[in-house]
């Protein structure tokens, strides 16, 4: 890394003031700091990633309070043991500050250092944090805005005397300066927050080799600007999350993985811990390898997470090389404790066209379309049931095609096939989380395949255990092969061994009106293709 890199240096308190060979005594500092911390080059295979997984303090605390005791575990957080390897953290969303005291945050391209020595100010305080510790952050925070910083473009009314605000990611390089800054798009039970008149695109590099785009949660399901980002190739995503868990498809850390293997990109997510809203699921995903790290649970939980993450160098390259774990980082599936204090969603399972798994059926090899409107799923079943072990649960097969709304927030128009878990015999039931499982069926072969729209649409595996994390990606094969010219595409997901312990076995869809984008190329062998 060459010092010789001009840094504009600015404070962000105002008033504040220092002599010109402070600042320059300082600014060297900062950039030994960088260069004597860097763990990663950029020739590596690989890099670090502390993602964080916190619990924030009750919301009817002190907001002062509130937030100072979210700083000092953030500041402990970055400086633990654990972080020491990392090169980039992750911090979830909304568990700084609050929307009752926003801060502002300075334009990158003015390469602003906020860090002033023993600064009280918030933004100050992480960016000092960065270069004590010579690490990237991104941080999510509730910024606050004047109406004459927006574009001239915006003909939406904005009021001079009121508190405006973004719900906002800030990017701190090693040195401390605002090198990002994303506006969330895609807002989700956000009342008084405001969003960027276009969508913003943003994404940073590193001196480890590696460009990430930057979203923020409910954006995982939109086309702008997520979808946008992997157009242009980005390869690595960072994802401050609040995520409210939705079975029997959008479950935190399941949706994370999907998203990433449909779009072969790694993504890592921070998820913020908050059992009554149902939030939960912090992670680290490989593309089509799958999680490298995956955490849920019901637990009061404060932790960081140091993964080493492959990277994934071009478009051509469908996988990246698997990295051995090394001590210092971790890897696997984490959680399911008190997976009952998790207070999930549920979709819409009343709109599904379904048909039940029988136990008592003697026929157990079967074949099975099912279709919803002119939208059809074929199953491929071969089961067996294990009459001495009680059943504490039904499957059923699933087909839909339409539109359907997240809480009022947002619509989309979803396509799916599945198998999907439910507590007894009733369609309502279906969705419901399900705690108990004696593995009283066992699917040894299990295939799904569906018809769906190419151009415009993600078209992702989806699946669940009793555990809530996705399968690993070796428990399954994903292919699709693409008509172009009648805009369909065919896609299968097959299980490859057998497993007793599914909650959730589909193909998730989002097709995004007018926008063109196709999935990543995920053909079959040559085999495969002509399979019926």
């Known amino acids: 890394m060459s010092i010789s ?23 060297v500092l900062q950039l030994f700091v960088s260069y004597s911390s860097q763990q990663s080059l950029p020739t590596d295979d690989s890099y670090v990633v502390g993602v964080v997984e916190f619990r924030p303090e009750p919301k009817d605390m002190d907001i002062a309070t509130r937030t100072s005791i979210h700083l000092e575990a953030y500041k402990e957080l970055i400086r633990s043991n654990e972080a020491k390897l990392t090169d980039i953290v992750v911090f979830p969303e909304l568990t700084l500050n609050s929307p009752n005291d926003p801060v502002p945050v300075p334009d990158p391209k003015d390469a602003i250092i906020p860090c002033i020595p023993n600064g009280t100010e918030l933004l100050s305080q992480l960016s000092c944090l960065a270069i004590e510790t010579g690490k990237y952050m991104v941080i999510n925070l509730s910024e606050s805005f004047e109406c004459d910083s927006l574009p001239a473009n915006d003909p939406r009314p904005c009021d001079p005397n009121a508190t405006n605000r973004y719900n906002t990611n800030v990017v701190f390089d090693r040195n401390g300066t605002v090198i990002a800054r994303y506006r969330k798009t895609h807002l989700f039970q956000e009342p008084g927050t405001s ?69 072969d990109v790694n993504l890592m997510a921070a998820g913020t811990n908050y059992n009554p809203s149902g939030s939960t699921g912090t992670g680290v995903f490989n593309g089509r390898n799958g999680a490298v790290f995956s955490f849920y649970t019901g637990e009061a939980t404060r932790k960081i997470f140091p993964v080493r993450v492959p990277k994934l160098r071009s478009n051509d390259a469908s996988t990246s090389t698997p990295i051995e774990n090394n001590s210092g980082t971790v890897s696997g599936r984490f959680g399911g404790d008190s ?102 069926l066992t699917f040894n072969n299990l295939t799904v395949r569906g018809d769906f729209i190419a151009n415009s649409s993600l078209v992702m595996p989806s699946t669940l255990d009793n555990k809530f994390h996705s399968l690993d990606a070796k428990d399954y094969q994903f292919y699709s092969t693409v008509d172009y010219p009648n805009d369909r595409q065919r896609v299968s997901l097959t299980l490859s061994r057998a497993m007793s312990n599914l909650q959730t076995f589909g193909i998730y869809a989002f097709n995004h009106k007018n926008f063109d984008y196709f999935i990543p190329d995920a053909a079959p062998p040559p085999e495969d293709i002509n399979m019926a």
């Not at 890199?5 to 600014?27: C, D, E, F, H, P």
């Not at 242009?232 to 498809?249: I, T």
């Not at 002119?374 to 839909?400: G, S, T, W």
């Open 195 to 263: 969003v960027t008149f276009e969508p913003e695109i943003i994404t940073f590099d590193t001196d480890f080799g590696v460009r990430f785009g930057v979203v923020t949660c409910f954006d995982l399901l939109f086309a702008e600007p997520t979808l946008q980002l992997v157009k242009m190739g980005v390869k690595d995503f960072v994802l401050p999350a609040y995520w409210e868990s939705e079975p029997p498809f959008l479950t935190a850390v399941q949706i994370f993985e999907s998203w990433a293997y449909g779009n």
């Open 5 to 27: 890199r001009s840094v504009t240096l600015r404070t962000a308190t105002q008033g504040a003031t220092m002599s010109l060979k402070y600042l320059s005594i300082v600014l």
């Open 339 to 440: 997976l009952t204090q998790v207070r999930m969603g549920t979709d819409f399972p009343g709109r599904f066209t379904t048909v039940l798994i029988n136990p008592d059926q003697k026929l157990k090899v079967f074949n099975q379309t099912i279709c919803n409107g002119k939208f059809c799923c074929d199953f491929q079943i071969n089961y067996e049931v294990h009459p001495r072990k009680p059943i504490y649960h039904f499957y059923r097969l699933m087909a839909f095609d339409g539109v359907r709304t997240f809480q009022g927030f947002a619509d989309a128009h979803v396509s799916i096939c599945g198998v999907m878990t439910c507590l007894d015999g009733s369609l309502a039931s279906c969705g419901l989380p399900n705690h108990c499982n004696s593995n009283y």
